[in-house]
Nanobody
Framework: QVQLVESGGGLVQAGGSLRLACAASGRTFSSYPMGWFRQAPGKEREFVAAISWSGGLTDYADSVKGRFTISRDNAKNTVYLQMNSLKPEDTAVYYC????????????????????WGQGTQVTVSS
């Protein structure tokens, strides 16, 4: 079983930055590909960013490329999402997710591919 706890959300003005963190329990965290998703009010959950178990491979939604950076520190069992140049349309609840996948350098961009989810953290960007 893996438990994920997000933190770092808050209210920020457009153009500002936030760094989200996702702390994971479990000794095998370092083996898991991880992802960030978000869900705005009245909208479906959407993919934001993903990272392979080693951190050597990443992928981003087109809407955040060049502004967001996903990274991980396996020694701390934590995945990060650095968000720069934030826009009002980035306002959403942000969730991290983990997939027990051993071996290979791979990322996953579909929500249904992930087995474990955090409770989410609210990000609000004011104009």
């Amino acid at each position: 079983q893996v438990q994920l706890v997000e933190s770092g959300g808050g209210l920020v003005q457009a153009g500002g930055s936030l760094r989200l963190a996702c702390a994971a329990s479990g000794r095998t965290f370092s083996s898991y590909p991880m992802g960030w998703f978000r869900q705005a009010p009245g909208k479906e959950r959407e993919f934001v960013a993903a990272i392979s178990w080693s951190g050597g491979l990443t992928d981003y939604a087109d809407s955040v490329k060049g502004r967001f950076t996903i990274s991980r520190d396996n020694a701390k069992n934590t995945v990060y999402l650095q968000m720069n140049s934030l826009k009002p349309e980035d306002t959403a609840v942000y969730y991290c997710a983990a997939k027990p996948q051993f071996g290979g350098t791979i990322v996953f961009t579909k929500g249904y591919e992930y087995n474990y989810w955090g409770q989410g953290t609210q990000v609000t960007v004011s104009s």
